[in-house]
């Protein structure tokens, strides 16, 4: 592992001041080259950073559902927690590589607080993808990296970080001939300085002289970019922080977690932790010591809107291994599908309180259930998402979290629904799932909700709105023939072949989104699942789709 150094001390405005106290280790290359078959990287949630370079053919990739189609001499970075999924095609000898390392921040010698920085993967400095000025440099690179790496001398394996080290350098000068004049580019960097010096004192002043802006302008940029101002996303990322701290097993006091995150003063600390979170850092505190089980998968996306991070989850959920590792809940209990088991995993577990859904779980297991901890099932049905968390949130005696929770999400969807406004002006939208060979078009109780509903996008005049959703031929699609496509499309064989029928035939090419090249992809989960959670999700998704995207 090898640590890079401050690039250059006078220019505050460099991206690379954020590599000052971070570390770079490779754990793994892979060469996928001359394949009789195209190669696919399945759906998952990434744990470690990972490059994918491109080097020939043709192929895509997903990350967090957003479609990309690669282009060779390029280079795809991904980064742990997002979802991804790629596939290639035609690749000849020199196809493609995936590297998988892990960036390290450093302890900061300086530093005099008496809590320790918290640990953790950090973001990779440049986002998405990097077009390569010199593809063969780069595949050397590459090449060495991994012929060094697989040897059993150690020094020749110390040789390869040093290679990985080398391509690293080209990488960044790359990215850096493309974006150094780039007004959005530099307001990521700027967001991101935030995010790697947000316990020193930050100034509207400084944060202009390290974005080459006067201060007005600045101010009126971060705004329009982010929708708020740089001292609110300043303030909320501290606090952010502080809620890691208050959910490790620590006797850290009040006082120290307030000077650790840039508030000297703990009294201004706690005033500005309720304005924020809805409650006083004392309550956040003891709420997060209570054992809260989610018994139904869906009642994930519930609970963590609340702030609460299930200690027990059914395990054979995508979500288990993602809020695992994005929240560190690392003793997260996994439940067993089988309710027998599940009940008895619960019962030695102790919970304090369970939550489950009422249509999910029959009468009977629901009175077993009652007999264990307090339980609250939610009448799924009978109530829009919104009602699910307010009500267990009555439940759970969390109703200012859930107030709070709901203004951000109000204040959020406006700032999209502006935003977006200029790429979707009056189009029309239709959400399609594709499992196996049917085709479903999604209404009520989905994810379409939030086009519809809380961005205002219109659908199609004959949808039945009201029907969850509704089973369709191609054939019958012509029938609504939207201005705009989202496609979620299940990662199954059968899906996927489905998929495939679905493009070659005739009705689909003459439907007015494909024609005009408007179509988008959504992955199935955790997207699909109609929960507070990831309907918040799907903003942020749709922000990166749509924005100033003619």
């Known amino acids: 592992m090898i640590r890079i150094v401050h690039i250059n001390r006078n220019n505050e405005n460099s991206k690379y001041s954020l590599l000052e106290h971070s570390s770079f280790k490779l754990r793994h290359i892979q060469h996928i080259k001359n394949t009789a078959t195209d190669w696919e990287l399945k759906l998952q949630f990434i744990e470690s950073h990972l490059f994918i370079v491109a080097a020939s053919g043709q192929g895509w990739l997903t990350l967090d559902g957003q479609y990309i189609e690669w282009q060779e001499g390029s280079v795809y970075i991904c980064n742990p927690g997002q979802l991804v999924q790629a596939a290639a095609q035609s690749l000849d000898e020199r196809g493609l590589y995936l590297l998988r390392f892990d960036i390290i921040k450093d302890y900061d010698s300086r530093t005099t607080d008496s809590v320790r920085p918290i640990q953790g993967e950090l973001p990779f400095p440049i986002k998405e993808k990097i077009i390569l000025s010199s593809p063969v440099s780069i595949n050397a690179l590459c090449e060495n990296i991994t012929k060094y790496l697989q040897s059993d001398d150690q020094l020749k394996q110390f040789r390869s970080q040093i290679y990985f080290q080398e391509l690293l350098y080209h990488l ?22 935030m995010e790697q010096h947000y316990q020193q004192e930050l100034t509207i002043e400084h944060l202009a002289k390290v974005a080459g802006v006067s201060s007005r302008h600045f101010i009126r940029l971060f705004k329009k970019r982010y929708g708020c101002s740089a001292i609110e996303y300043l303030a909320v990322y501290r606090i952010d922080q502080a809620q890691k701290l208050m959910k490790m097993d620590s006797e850290y006091r009040l006082k ?43 009642n994930i996306g519930q609970l963590l809107p609340l702030e609460i991070t299930p200690f027990a989850a059914p395990g054979d959920h995508p979500w288990t291994d993602y809020y695992k590792r994005k929240y560190g809940a690392d003793l997260v209990l996994s439940l067993n ?3 027998a088991v599940k009940r008895e995993e619960l019962l030695l577990a102790n919970p304090d309180y369970i939550i489950g859904i009422d249509n999910m779980v029959s009468t009977e297991e629901q009175a077993w259930i009652k007999q264990i901890a307090p339980a609250f099932f939610v009448p799924w049905m009978d109530h829009n998402w919104r009602e699910h968390v307010q009500l267990i949130a009555e439940f759970l005696d969390k109703t200012a979290l859930a107030d709070t929770w709901f203004e951000k999400y109000e204040r959020k969807s406006r700032f999209v629904k502006e935003q977006i406004q200029y790429t979707i002006k009056e189009d029309t939208l239709l959400v399609i799932r594709v499992t ?22 219109a659908p199609p005049h004959d949808i039945d709105r009201l029907m969850p959703d509704h089973r369709v031929t191609p054939a019958e699609l ?15 064989a059968r899906s996927q072949l489905g998929w495939q029928l679905l493009m070659q035939s005739e009705h689909w090419r003459n439907l007015k989104a494909v024609r005009n090249g408007r179509i988008d992809f959504l992955p199935t989960y955790p997207w699909i699942e109609y929960t507070a959670f990831t309907h918040e999700l799907v903003l942020d998704e749709v922000l990166m789709l749509w924005r100033n995207r003619a």
Request: glycine share 4%; hydrophobic share 35%; with cysteine.
């Open 436 to 457: 196996g060979d049917t085709y479903h078009i999604l209404g009520c109780r989905s994810l379409a909700t939030v086009f519809y509903d809380d961005l205002h996008i």
């Open 337 to 339: 599908s089988i309710e």
């Open 172 to 193: 960044f000068q790359d990215d850096l001939l493309v974006h150094e004049n780039d007004p959005e580019e530099v307001l990521e960097y700027v967001k991101s300085y």
């Open 256 to 298: 120290d977690i307030a000077s650790h995150v840039g508030y000297p003063d703990d009294i201004y600390f706690r005033r500005k932790f309720k304005q924020i979170t809805g409650i006083p850092p004392a309550t956040y505190i003891r709420n997060n010591k209570q054992k809260i089980a989610a018994y139904n998968p869906f």
């Open 478 to 492: 012509a029938k609504y023939d939207a201005d705009r496509l989202v496609i979620i499309l299940d990662d199954d």
